[in-house]
């Protein structure tokens, strides 16, 4: 099988200001290269400047790349072009409160991608949105609800409603689990691995919590600086790390369970 | 000695039509140089409870209690500027968010100073602005900040949120509490972060004999650094004992499902199975179920359960559950 997504020496680097001759750039991203499959999970591990949400915008096209390729079922994606992208790889960001907007109700939000990314007309953008909202373990009747109505788990939801009702074929979810409360974040993984299984999604897991990785995941990159450290199996690598940074990552977290 | 004891404090919101029962009879009680978890999750009450002990509510909250003890003192019983006065002396209390807790508009220096108690300064009135200055970077020292003159000319959004935390830390340590309430101290946070803070914290309760009572709403976050734990759910009391007590043997529907949803508790788990979880969502204030609260949610719930369950104690393992797991290990 071909994999899904596939990442060629994508990298970022930022212009900083300076005269024309003694121009300084930073590197955010060093060049890498990944590939996903279909119902797998990548996560992306590593301290704040890391390069994580770099790699993110890239992956979804808030930002152009400074070189590299990314594709999707062997099809380059272009850089501008957000109708293609859009459709295929869509976000869930951390703070589920501030992305959705309070003046609209929940169908005006689901309604909005549908709406500029498909030619259905308005009965059938209505029974897709009562369906997703059912998948995702809300009632139909949530639809005329607003955002300040729905606690934090639900509001969760209703983000992962957006972002899967254009059935997309990847994800990436940033931080999207750690601001969730302890019993509520184990209904939202048992939910976003049903999706998985259901859609055959893939997964890109930025986050900091290694027990929800190590849960969650399949491969896992770690990144620090910019460059990607060690990257493998999840199993492999949080049971053998190789390079000094991953053992402290995992000892900072892990000696709390020792304790047990 | 017990340093705190509270039994059946109750917090209550006063609006126009019916009062809230925002915490609903919480015992609580610490020994000295002890460290406390206090867990629950968003709008169990911890941080109000918290708020109550340094006694910061203001007049819509109104606070009842069967005991309210500090080191023996009914704080009950005592006028509010009594009350103040032992309290902003034994009691300090460090926030959630560093950086938007302290004063941006003047430098970490400043601010420490004016924390630096004029009691303990000793000497005439021309040596105390030199010893109040020694002593703001001998507070500095004391929480690892080695290099206190960058430190003390610095303004908070130049320093980073760990150190603002240490800063704090300092701030609070000026008085020489003998109680440190930290309210999530770590919340948005590195993990690498996380563990310095934990770390200090941790030596001076070492050190200084100085009792903790860390607030969090993850169970697995605290374990490692505490010797106890109470737990509470949508302000009522849950479950308190050693932490061991409660990660091995929770006797509490509540607790149980806590730890076992915990995916970093449950590392024998196969990857990618479904996690152990509760249903529903936690309650909101305005819509408060009768009786255990947990009610709803509970998988052992029954008829008995819309009747509040009183705290029973098997050797100092406090649970308040009407089926408690106890028989089932």
Known sequence: ?260 | MNLLDIRNLSIELISNKKPILAVERVSLSMKEGEVRGLVGESGSGKSLLAQAIVGVLDDRWKVDADRFHWRGNDLMRLSAEERKKIISKDVAMIFQEPMSCLDPTTTIGEQLEEAVDTEQLTGYFWQKKQQRKLAAAQLLHKVGIKNHEVCTKSYPHQLTEALCQRVMIAMALARRPMLLIADEPTAAMETTNKGQIFRLLASLNQLKNMSILLISHDLENVTHWTDTLTVMYSGQFVEAGTTKQIFEKPYHPYTRALVDSSPKANLQLPAKSRLPTLPGSIPILQHLPIGCRLGPRCPQAQQQCVHAPKVKNYHGHQVSCHFSLRGSY
Request: overall charge positive.
């Open chain 1, 1 to 260: 099988m071909s994999a899904l997504l596939q990442v060629s020496n994508l990298h970022k680097f930022y212009r900083l200001s300076g005269y024309w001759f003694n121009r300084k750039t930073f590197t955010a991203l060093e060049p890498l290269s990944f590939d996903i499959q279909a119902y797998k999970t990548l996560a992306i591990v590593g301290e704040t400047g890391s390069g994580k949400s770099t790699l993110a915008k890239l992956l979804v096209g808030a930002e152009r790349p400074s070189g590299g390729k990314i594709k999707l079922n062997g099809q380059t994606l272009q850089s501008g072009n957000f109708k293609q992208r859009c459709q295929h790889i869509r976000m869930i960001f951390q703070d589920s409160g501030t992305t959705l907007n309070p003046s609209l109700t929940i169908q005006q939000l689901l309604d909005e991608p549908l709406a500029l990314n498909t030619k259905l007309n308005e009965a059938q953008r209505a029974a897709l949105i009562r369906e997703t909202l059912q998948k995702v373990g809300l009632l139909a009747d949530h639809m005329n609800f607003y955002p300040h109505m729905f606690s934090g788990g639900q509001k969760q939801r209703i983000s992962l409603a957006r972002a899967i009702i254009l059935k997309p074929q990847v994800i990436i979810l940033d931080e999207a689990l750690a601001s969730l409360d302890p019993s509520l974040r184990s209904q939202m993984i048992n939910l976003l691995l049903d999706i998985q299984q259901q859609m055959g999604l893939a997964f890109i897991l930025i986050s900091h919590n290694l027990g929800i990785v190590r849960h969650f995941s399949d491969d896992i990159m770690v990144l620090c600086g910019g460059s990607v450290i060690e990257m493998g199996s999840t199993a492999e690598v949080l049971n053998k790390p190789k390079h000094k940074y991953t053992k402290k990552l995992i000892m900072s977290q892990h000696f709390q369970l020792y304790h047990k």
